[in-house]
């Protein structure tokens, strides 16, 4: 191909690959060994480093492969936080885990767009394979369907727009919110994310029709309250739309009641979606199943693979009960793009805002394949200790979390 032709300087010869290869996992070595001991959790930012690594200008001509190697170890490694650190506690954030960087090569080697299925047939059936498993820990039906995004926050956005198409009586396609009169009302606790709130407002719902509800001892949204805001509402003239539960709360891991949020949800027609980001992954500890295996009872549940499934950013997914309403929301016809049905693939363009797309489900599966299932659970049972139950354990938490990176 001539434009392959006109980039082949781009290229490595066997040499450089043998090279690049032999430094990358000396590279992966070194880094891995020297966590537990040496490294730093928090990096002691050398400014004058980072200066430099600001300014310095990108050469005509490259350094080559070893310079960049040298690079990574002298400039950036010492200016990285330790993430993979035993002792980083404050933040969820997990250590990649040890397939992953080989995942990300080989991903970038194919270099799949995972848009349409002609671009990309193995991915996309991997990225189904990956979601119908996800789908498959809450009991979905088989209509369930959904897409690895960037992350949670990308996933919630998503969700928000499927969940606005389907309660909005006018073709939201056609008409978007401007020609409404009644204001469209979502409802969340106040210990949401601030993902949920950035989601609305980037929809043009405002924050004003984001309802924050009280949440009690136990940091579980009030159900008695978000009922009477719901009549209230309505009462108003507005019109509710959609609940967003959590499934472990970013401050203290906190899951609303999902049974009666759901109940609820059905009585008075809305969505529920449930950012489970943090914590509706911890289905796959024995101890925590059940309780979060009712999140199947949401519309839509958010789930962070970056988190509890250990992959490295960027993962998330969404999953939605009825794959159709998804594409309701996303699909569109376009002059361009040959995009064919097969009933075996799906043209993931359809199912959320991006058009190309990389192949992020590839890491998630190669871990499911070389590690297997059984070892995401055992490694959700034990993280489960941090789950807080009262406002006294989550200010002893937080205190914890601060003096571990210090010690
Ligand atoms: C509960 C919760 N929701 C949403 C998010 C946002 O997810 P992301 O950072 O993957 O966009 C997070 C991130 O920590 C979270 O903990």
């Given at each position: 191909?001539?434009?392959t032709?006109?980039a082949s300087h781009l290229s490595l010869g066997d040499r450089d690959i043998d090279r690049a290869g032999h430094l990358l996992i000396q590279f992966l070595k070194d880094y891995e060994r020297?966590?537990?001991?040496?490294?730093?959790?928090?990096?002691?930012?050398?400014?004058?480093?980072?200066?430099?690594?600001?300014?310095?200008?990108?050469?005509?001509a490259g350094t080559g492969i070893e310079a960049i190697f040298k690079e990574i170890q002298d400039?950036i490694v010492?200016?990285?936080?330790?993430?993979?650190?035993?002792?980083?506690?404050?933040?969820?954030?997990?250590?990649?885990?040890g397939i992953a960087p080989f995942a990300e090569a080989v991903a970038a080697a194919l270099n799949?767009?995972?848009?349409?299925?002609?671009?990309?047939?193995?991915?996309?059936?991997?990225?189904?394979?990956?979601?119908?498993?996800?789908?498959?820990?809450?009991?979905?039906?088989?209509?369930?369907?959904?897409?690895?995004?960037?992350?949670?926050?990308?996933?919630?956005?998503?969700?928000?727009?499927?969940?606005?198409?389907?309660?909005?009586?006018?073709?939201?396609?056609?008409?978007?919110?401007?020609?409404?009169?009644?204001?469209?009302?979502?409802?969340?606790?106040?210990?949401?994310?601030?993902?949920?709130?950035?989601?609305?407002?980037?929809?043009?719902?405002?924050?004003?029709?984001?309802?924050?509800?009280?949440?009690?001892?136990?940091?579980?949204?009030?159900?008695?309250?978000?009922?009477?805001?719901?009549?209230?509402?309505?009462?108003?003239?507005?019109?509710?739309?959609?609940?967003?539960?959590?499934?472990?709360?970013?401050?203290?891991?906190?899951?609303?009641?999902?049974?009666?949020?759901?109940?609820?949800?059905?009585?008075?027609?809305?969505?529920?979606?449930?950012?489970?980001?943090?914590?509706?992954?911890?289905?796959?500890?024995?101890?925590?199943?059940?309780?979060?295996?009712?999140?199947?009872?949401?519309?839509?549940?958010?789930?962070?693979?970056?988190?509890?499934?250990?992959?490295?950013?960027?993962?998330?997914?969404?999953?939605?009960?009825?794959?159709?309403?998804?594409?309701?929301?996303?699909?569109?016809?376009?002059?361009?793009?040959?995009?064919?049905?097969?009933?075996?693939?799906?043209?993931?363009?359809?199912?959320?805002?991006?058009?190309?797309?990389?192949?992020?489900?590839?890491?998630?599966?190669c871990?499911?394949?070389?590690?297997?299932?059984?070892?995401?659970?055992?490694?959700?049972?034990?993280?489960?200790?941090?789950?807080?139950?009262?406002?006294?354990?989550?200010?002893?938490?937080?205190?914890?979390?601060?003096?571990?990176?210090?010690?």
């Open positions: 191909m001539e434009s032709a006109a020297a966590i537990p001991t040496s490294a730093a959790i928090l990096p002691t930012l050398n400014r004058s480093q980072l200066e430099e690594l600001r300014r310095t200008p990108f050469k005509r400039k010492p200016n990285s936080t330790t993430v993979a650190h035993p002792r980083f506690l404050a933040y969820v954030l997990g250590p990649p885990n799949q767009n995972c848009n349409f299925w002609q671009l990309s047939p193995a991915a996309n059936v991997i990225e189904q394979k990956v979601i119908a498993w996800l789908s498959d820990l809450f009991d979905y039906p088989a209509a369930a369907g959904g897409i690895i995004t960037s992350g949670g926050s990308m996933a919630t956005l998503t969700a928000l727009r499927a969940a606005l198409c389907d309660k909005c009586p006018a073709d939201l396609r056609e008409t978007g919110l401007q020609s409404r009169s009644a204001p469209l009302v979502l409802y969340t606790s106040t210990e949401a994310h601030d993902s949920v709130e950035k989601a609305a407002t980037l929809l043009g719902l405002g924050s004003n029709q984001v309802r924050k509800i009280p949440v009690d001892d136990d940091f579980q949204m009030r159900v008695d309250v978000l009922r009477a805001a719901i009549r209230a509402d309505r009462e108003a003239g507005k019109q509710p739309f959609c609940v967003v539960a959590s499934a472990g709360t970013i401050n203290t891991g906190a899951v609303d009641p999902i049974a009666e949020l759901a109940s609820l949800c059905r009585e008075e027609d809305l969505w529920l979606h449930v950012d489970g980001a943090y914590g509706a992954l911890f289905v796959l500890a024995a101890r925590t199943r059940e309780t979060l295996r009712l999140c199947g009872l949401a519309d839509s549940i958010v789930l962070d693979p970056h988190k509890l499934l250990f992959a490295p950013l960027e993962a998330g997914c969404l999953i939605v009960r009825d794959r159709v309403k998804l594409r309701h929301a996303f699909g569109g016809i376009s002059s361009y793009l040959p995009a064919d049905r097969d009933p075996l693939l799906m043209n993931f363009m359809e199912y959320g805002p991006q058009l190309s797309r990389g192949f992020k489900a590839f890491k998630i599966w871990a499911l394949e070389v590690f297997g299932v059984d070892a995401f659970a055992r490694a959700a049972d034990p993280c489960w200790r941090w789950r807080v139950i009262s406002k006294r354990d989550f200010k002893l938490r937080m205190l914890l979390s601060y003096w571990h990176q210090s010690i």
